[in-house]
C-alpha cells in the first residue's frame, strides 16, 4: 500500500509558476514509475510527467520545456515544477504511484487525492 499526498496547487495567473509537491507513506526508491495526471472538466485523465526509479522522465508535447519532474528518495516526495503556466493548463492534478511486480504479473497504480491548478488569463 502506498498512500499518497499532494500540495502545492492554486490560483495563478497566465505565464507564472507553481510547484506540486507528492509525499508517498513509504520509500519511493522501490516504487518503478512516479507520476503526476491531470484531469480538465469534461475530460479525461491525462499524463503530465513521469519519472522512473532509475531517473529517467517522459512529459506530455503539451508541457514540454515548461514542467519539470524530480523525486527526491531521501524525503519520498515528487515535485512537478510548472512554469510559463497556460489557461489550458487549468485541472486538478493527481500523483500517481505504479508498483510493477514481475513475479506475480502484477501492475498497482495508487492515486493522490487531486490538487486543483487553477490558471487564469
Known amino acids: 500500500q502506498v498512500q499518497l499526498v499532494e500540495s502545492g496547487g492554486g490560483l495563478v495567473q497566465a505565464g507564472g509558476s507553481l510547484r506540486l509537491s507528492c509525499v508517498a507513506s513509504r520509500n519511493i526508491f522501490s516504487i518503478n514509475v512516479m507520476g503526476w495526471y491531470r484531469q480538465a472538466p469534461g475530460k479525461q485523465r491525462e499524463l503530465v510527467a513521469g519519472i522512473t526509479s532509475g531517473g529517467r522522465t517522459n512529459y506530455a508535447d503539451s508541457v514540454k520545456g515548461r514542467f519539470t519532474i524530480s523525486r527526491d528518495n531521501a524525503k519520498n516526495t515528487v515535485y512537478l515544477q510548472m512554469n510559463s503556466l497556460e489557461p489550458e493548463d487549468t485541472a486538478v492534478y493527481y500523483c500517481?504511484?505504479?508498483?510493477?511486480?514481475?513475479?506475480?504479473?502484477?501492475?498497482?497504480?495508487?492515486w493522490g487525492q487531486g490538487t486543483q491548478v487553477t490558471v487564469s488569463s
Open positions: 500517481n504511484a505504479r508498483v510493477v511486480q514481475p513475479i506475480v504479473a502484477r501492475t498497482t497504480d495508487y
